[in-house]
């Protein structure tokens, strides 16, 4: 069973910065895409960044050129660097995972991590 661990969240003032890590454990075939998601308050979930195959990433216009996602295939770990922090960023943000087990994909989520973006 793969698990899905996120830490780095909580409470920084507009223009600042943190930084969001997801560990994954389990068994892990392949790796089709591992990024984050983000949930507003009363908004619907949606992407952040994301790796997807090889090395490709995928950014939400609204944080291009603020965020940066990273990772660390040994420790299957992903990072999110969040620079220049609005109040618009504030949400819950999770960590997802999609994997190929040589017969099918899964869709794992992490809890989530909450950030709040306030002076």
């Known amino acids: 069973q793969v698990q899905l661990v996120e830490s780095g969240g909580g409470l920084v003032q507009p223009g600042g910065s943190l930084r969001l890590s997801c560990a994954a454990s389990g068994s892990i075939f392949r790796i089709n895409a591992m990024g984050w998601y983000r949930q507003p308050p009363g908004k619907q979930r949606e992407l952040v960044a994301t790796f997807t195959s090889g090395d490709n990433t995928n950014y939400a216009d609204s944080v291009k050129g603020r965020f940066t996602i990273s990772r660390d295939n040994a420790k299957k770990t992903v990072y999110l660097q969040m620079n220049y922090l609005k109040s618009e960023d504030m949400a819950v943000y999770y960590c997802?995972?999609?994997?190929?087990?040589?017969?099918?994909?899964?869709?794992?989520w992490g809890k989530g991590t909450l950030v709040t973006v306030s002076s």
């Open positions: 997802n995972l999609n994997v190929y087990d040589g017969k099918y994909n899964h869709d794992y």
